[in-house]
């Protein structure tokens, strides 16, 4: 294979390649997220757009934070011994 020549995968192996259904597919290329061309009736992606898009969207270490809740405060923030708080009363 020479670097001029161009790989297309059908919207169905683009899709499994992605790991994603055709329909997410079909709303990514309609988004403008992955470029896409119609030939005749019907659409190709070529692999190397493909690929661009998965590296595209690598997720960056450190970003993911607002998917995590606060952490639940259990009400007990002293480190200390509570045994003492008892013989007071």
């Known amino acids: 294979m020479s670097d ?6 059908n919207t ?3 899709a ?10 079909y709303r990514f290329i309609n988004e ?3 470029p896409a061309y119609r030939m005749g009736r019907v659409i ?3 692999q190397a757009d493909v690929d661009a898009f998965i590296e595209r969207s690598r997720i960056e270490p450190g970003t993911l ?3 995590y809740p ?5 009400g007990n923030d002293d480190e200390g011994d509570d045994s003492d708080a008892d013989a007071d009363s």
């Not at 001029?4 to 995968?9: D, E, G, H, N, S």
């Not at 499994?16 to 597919?25: A, F, N, S, V």
């Open 4 to 9: 001029t020549q161009i790989m297309w995968l």
């Open 12 to 14: 169905e192996t683009a």
């Open 16 to 25: 499994k390649r992605l790991g994603i259904t055709t329909r997410t597919l």
């Open 32 to 34: 403008g997220g992955l």
């Open 44 to 46: 190709r992606v070529k």
């Open 65 to 67: 934070g607002h998917l």
């Open 70 to 74: 606060d952490p639940v405060s259990t």
